[in-house]
């Protein structure tokens, strides 16, 4: 071993709830050494593509209700002590502003994920944290009183560690599962991980046919047993056999075997007002062709694709020549698009992940380990997801915040 360093906490992971943590434990106590371990050649490399490179970092309406996961419960602590103000405030100190756009997400006012990545390694070099990048851990062990970090030339010895290096979600920036291996080995319960905000494979005959074609529609996920699971209005892209969108990212945080993908496309007209419609449609266009039933509703493609799930695919008929009970049942299918669903898409296109350490083994109100002392987890390496609008990332932050303040 070539190097051998010692730390008071050796912080694995340079990521956003890594240089909070390392921020917080510095402006806590200055007079404690902090190194960062990081395996990446720079810092916060999955930071600077969050929110579409804007950096969406918190939201107006930071609940447990918008999370999923065994942590959920404790996060209420978390949360009510770190909330959306408190969090904004403390980038303030580091010398962001921020703005809140009319969907109730914060940006840097500035629009730059680049911002919020500077504020954080700027306070770091300031406060004297020792950031070590280009690492690759080989091992993370306990010995005696102290944990030894072990990576090809260095060994990092530090009476206490925190876990902050993510989810297996985004393997190009760096994502693994070697926080959830850490864990493991020091006896912690760990759910694997699985990808979330993400597009979400399903089984259907006309995707190929709507293959890049986007519509705003109500979006329900319901169960097995026809119950609403989640359900909200957004836009929905539809990919060669997949769904996308916001929304869609949303639901694929809850999926599970056996849901399916309900499509109000027309949420905003009532059932009866839409069979009006095609009624009227139909008598308007009597003698044109069955794919302009729908002209004036819906794109082209996306009206023929209604038609085939009522099994209407010979084109050649004329309107007038519909029965009143093909009628309802495509104005029904319009309102009712199924779409079963096969499974998430994989960890490559995933924002986050499901999984991590389990919820009741970490004390939420310190993030220290209830089985290991010394030991402290936080960010995507625990067993909790958000929704798209800056949830995770706010969850993120305050857990780093919250180890850090207790090292």
Same mark, same amino acid.
């Given at each position: ?5 010692k730390f008071d906490a050796v912080i694995i992971g340079a990521g956003a709830s890594g240089l909070m943590c390392a921020i917080a434990a510095k402006k806590k106590n200055k007079n404690i050494s902090v190194a960062i ?95 070590? /990048?280009?690492?690759?851990? +080989? &091992? ?9 970090? !072990? *990576?090809? @030339? ?12 993510g989810s297996k979600a985004s393997p190009k920036l760096g994502g693994n599962a070697s926080s959830a291996d850490y864990l493991k080995n020091f006896g912690h319960r760990v759910i694997p991980y699985s990808p979330a905000? /993400?597009?979400?494979?399903? +089984? &259907? ?9 986007? !519509? *705003?529609? @109500? ?60 009624? !009227? ?127």
């Open positions: 071993m070539n190097n051998t360093y371990i990081e395996k990446n050649d720079r810092v916060g490399k999955k930071l600077l593509s969050t929110g579409n490179g804007r950096c969406n970092l918190t939201h107006r309406d930071i609940s447990p209700d918008h999370y999923r996961g065994s942590f959920k419960e404790q996060s209420t602590y978390l949360f009510s002590k770190y909330d959306t103000n408190t969090l904004l405030e403390k980038f303030k100190k580091l010398g962001l502003l921020c703005f809140c756009d009319n969907e109730g997400r914060y940006y840097p006012l500035c629009r730059q994920a680049s911002a919020v990545l500077d504020v954080l390694r700027f306070a770091c070099e300031r406060l004297g944290v020792n950031i070590f /990048c280009g690492e690759n851990i +080989k &091992s993370v062990k306990k010995a005696g009183k102290n944990f030894n970090v !072990t *990576t090809e @030339n260095t060994m990092f010895v530090a009476d206490k560690i925190v876990i902050a290096n905000l /993400c597009p979400i494979e399903v +089984k &259907s005959d006309i995707l190929k046919s709507l293959k890049g074609i986007r !519509t *705003t529609a @109500n979006v329900s996920l319901i169960d097995a047993n026809q119950r609403i699971i989640k359900s909200e209005i957004g836009e929905v892209q539809f990919g060669d056999k997949t769904l996308s969108g916001i929304c869609i990212f949303n639901l694929s945080v809850y999926t599970e075997k056996g849901n399916c993908i309900l499509l109000d496309l027309l949420y905003n007209v009532s059932y009866s007002e839409l069979s009006e419609l095609i009624t !009227t449609n139909q008598k308007l266009f009597s003698d044109f062709t069955v794919d302009n039933l729908f002209t004036g509703i819906f794109q082209k493609r996306l009206g023929q694709a209604v038609l085939k799930t009522c099994n209407i695919s010979n084109f050649s008929r004329k309107c007038g020549e519909l029965a009143k009970e093909e009628l309802n049942n495509i104005a029904n299918a319009a309102k009712n698009m199924r779409f079963p669903v096969i499974q998430n898409c994989g960890f490559e296109l995933a924002q986050t992940a499901l999984g991590g350490v389990v919820g009741r083994e970490i004390n939420e109100k310190t993030m220290e380990s209830k089985i290991i002392k010394g030991l402290y987890v936080c960010g995507e390496a625990i067993d909790i997801c958000g929704e798209c609008g800056g949830y995770n990332l706010h969850f993120a932050f305050a857990s780093g915040l919250n180890a850090g303040e207790n090292l």
